[in-house]
């Protein structure tokens, strides 16, 4: 191999960051850190109940 292609490819690959340090990742931010609620409208949960009412013979396999 190329002597410049090797030195160049180390480079490369030397200089490549942690994921923690790419990412800005602290390995107990995850365990630390509390999700938000995920807020749902009474529209969208009757929208969501004609839905699947609309479509239950596709939802549920019969046991027949």
């Known amino acids: ?6 030195s160049f490819t180390w480079a490369v690959v030397a200089n490549i960051p942690d994921a923690e340090t790419q ?5 107990f931010l995850d365990v630390t850190v509390q999700p938000k ?4 409208s ?3 949960v009757y929208a969501m109940h004609g839905l699947l009412a609309q479509h239950i013979d596709r939802l549920v396999r019969c046991s027949s």
Request: zero cysteines.
């Open 1 to 6: 191999m190329n002597a410049t292609f090797l």
């Open 42 to 44: 009474p529209n969208e």
């Open 23 to 27: 990412y800005h990742a602290h390995e």
């Open 37 to 40: 609620p995920i807020y749902i």
